[in-house]
């Protein structure tokens, strides 16, 4: 029956009549352009994990066009403006402020769904290799995915400012001339913490202990190291543990295999954020032409237009041509362009 069903919603594609084989069928997505978030989400929510792990097409309802790669290049696009964003309240607007990233907002009051959804839509672009979410995640979130372990270094990305302090924490010396008890002394009158933090939620200022009996424990030279740690723990692990456990079964939910398993959270996320380097020499040396020779005149004068394009010129360009101005994992040379000749054009 599921079989059947897939299969009337492939006829549906516009100019196509398909007979299809159950094994080749797609998990077919019809959205409205202005009711993205709602159509997605009713989507999600009734397909089963057999029916997020088919490759994805995507329908614009009321559209011509069938779905090559481009139109759900676009929607992941269209959808990451809705969801991956600090007005969503998924994410932190303070980290987004001031780390350029998104992160879990630990005072979210979104729900579990909301978070898994967020994740099952990470995971269709990771599943069907499109790097179209335009959103930027910090390396840490990767790592948490594949469950690779964490350091100090990881909260740079996400709290810069604590993570300033905490390295001058660990870096602090006393001088030559001072003895291990005067130094000691020092230590804590100038930095004057103990093994709990304060954190906002609501407008109200909440304290956490990092642990049993924080608040009576003095940070020393001795246990600064162990502070640091279970400071970073708590940031990084423990306070969005409720908004990062089902985003990542919302991921799992759709990538769970031995290829997803093999990789690394720095291959995760070239394939979820796409590579930065749009090197056109790349795009041109898998390009082919309909209409054209490659060496003519009129295609040697738009390559040269072309590279001379900066930085967000080619973004635009890319995409104008993908529908996402990221690049692929493996390079532009995967976007593989085709330039057509259009009736009477030179």
Known sequence: QAARRAAADLNELPGHHWDIEPELLFFILKIRRDTILEDTVAALQHATAEDLRRQLKVVFEGEQGVDEGGLAREF????SACVFTPDR???DPVVAEDAHV????????????????????MGLAVYNNMPG???????VLFKKIKGEPLELEDLRHV?????????????????????????????ETTFCLDFAISWEKDGQVLSEELCPGGNAIPVSLENRSEFVRLYCEW?????????????????????????????????LQLIVCGEQDLDFARLRSTSSYDGYEENEPYIESFW??????DFVQRKRFLSFVTGSDL???GGLQEVRMKIQKNGGEP
Request: proline share 6%; glycine share 4%.
């Open 76 to 79: 992941f696009r269209l959808l």
């Open 102 to 121: 998104l992160w879990f907002d630990k005072a979210s009051s979104q729900s579990a769904t909301d978070f898994w959804l967020a994740g099952v839509i």
């Open 235 to 267: 940031l990084l692990i423990t306070s969005i543990r409720k908004q990062f456990d089902p985003f990542r079964k919302g991921v799992r939910r759709v990538c769970d295999s031995p290829l997803f398993n093999a990789l690394d959270s720095g291959e």
């Open 159 to 187: 709290h810069p400012d604590v993570y300033l302090s905490l390295r001058s924490l660990l870096q602090w010396c006393p001088e030559e001339d001072q003895d291990l008890a005067e130094a000691a002394v020092i230590f």
């Open 327 to 329: 690049a692929p994992v």
């Open 89 to 91: 309240g998924l994410f």
């Open 304 to 309: 040269r237009v072309l590279m001379k394009f």
């Open 133 to 139: 979410l335009d959103v930027t995640f910090p390396s």
